[in-house]
Structure formats: C-alpha cells, structure tokens
C-alpha cells in the first residue's frame, strides 16, 4: 500500500519561513520523480516544484528563488523549504510522486 504522508504545515506571518516534509512508503522512492503542489481555496491545483531520481529541481515563477525541493532518498521523504511566505502562498500543499500518486495535504496560512 503507497503511503505519502505530509507534515510541516501551519500559521506563519508573512516573511516567515516553513519546511515541509513528505515521507513515503510503499514505493521503490528513489525511482521516482517528486513533486510538490498546492491549491489555494476556489482555485485549480497548480504545480510549486520538481525533484527528478537524481536530484535534478524545478520551480514554478511563483516561488523561483523563495522554495527549495529536495529529496533525502535514505529517509524515503522529500521536502520543501519555504522562505520569504507571502498571504498568497496559503494553500493546501501536496505531494505527489511520479506514480501518480497524491498525499493528504497540508495547510499552510500566510497571514499576520
């Protein structure tokens, strides 16, 4: 059974910073690309950032030099630091892996 289970979300100020940490199971990890998303309330599920098996990453313009995805292949988890949190960054935040597989979601709330 494919498990990814999200963490790290919360109440941060604008400015503020927060780590996010996807730790899957039931998968052979380090075959697969990762990824993060995130849908904010009345909108689409939009991508935030991808990680490939060798650690190659991309971000969506939104978060180019605030976000940072990067996977830790001995501890079957992947993460996303964020910095620098703007009131629009507030979403849902998702993993998801190559096989197409979703985790539950965690809020994260950027508000003063």
């Known amino acids: 059974q494919v498990q990814l289970v999200e963490s790290g979300g919360g109440l941060v100020q604008p400015g503020g910073s927060l780590r996010l940490s996807c730790a899957a199971s039931?998968?052979?990890?380090?075959?697969?690309?990762m990824a993060w998303y995130r849908q904010a309330p009345g909108k689409q599920r939009e991508l935030v950032a991808t990680?490939?098996?060798?650690?190659?990453?991309d971000y969506a313009d939104f978060v180019k030099g605030r976000f940072t995805i990067s996977r830790d292949n001995t501890k079957n988890t992947v993460y996303l630091q964020m910095n620098s949190l703007k009131p629009e960054d507030t979403a849902v935040y998702y993993c998801?892996?190559?096989?197409?597989?979703w985790g539950q979601g965690t809020q994260v709330t950027v508000s003063s």
């Open positions: 998801y892996s190559g096989g197409a597989y």
């Open positions: 039931g998968i052979i990890f380090s075959a697969y690309a």
């Open positions: 990680v490939t098996r060798g650690g190659s990453t």
